[in-house]
């Protein structure tokens, strides 16, 4: 009695005699089998490397890698030249561009990264005035309070015509007149004048009010771009 026990890819068997002991067995290669077992494995590999191809275009058009991965994985196993579908589909995709909100959040990090830098000399000063309303008639503590903060870039204006101080330097952010740099830091100035490149970050807020927030005050970093 012959008893035969197959499994893919091979079929293996196991020979009794009439009382059931088992007198001899072997196994057997079954090509029929293992030949699709093996394009089949091959065409999952090809599908999990040519998804890549979508997925990397999608990547640098600011787009989520996955979504495409497995697009393309399943145009793959469809068949293998379906791939350019998803391929071409990615490299018509416009780039997704940042938002005007994650932008500025960019911006204020880069600049404090900026200020972090060993190689940079800063300075710390602060906005002066700021309790007053600028001349355009802006509340400049509620207006602080909305639309800056920490990283934000600011304005060095120099006011040659002011005849109270001739070392006049205001703060401008978006042309709102926000105060002026302290008089005791009246290096700032001459500075300007002697066409140093100086750039105002601000590194911190101090918030109060309890019905009606607002900026008491802002702590400014002067940055010295050409130290010489």
Known sequence: MRASLATEPSFCWVVLSMDGAPRGSGCHMNEDVIIPWLLQRSTIWTALLAGLAPAMVANF???SMMPWYLYGFACTLVA????TLPTIHAFLLRPRTLAPEARRKQRRADALALLAESSVQSYPTWIAELRRKS???????RYVYKEIGPG???ELIREVA?????HAVAF???????GYVPKQHNWVAPAIDDGRRLVAIVDKVKVGGIFRRRAKLVRIRIAVLDAR
């Open 152 to 154: 934000e870039s600011i």
């Open 61 to 63: 058009k600011r787009r």
């Open 135 to 141: 001349p355009e008639g802006v509340d400049r503590r």
């Open 172 to 178: 401008r952010h978006r042309n709102v007149h926000l």
């Open 162 to 166: 002011d005849h109270r101080d001739k």
């Open 80 to 83: 293998w030249p379906l791939i």
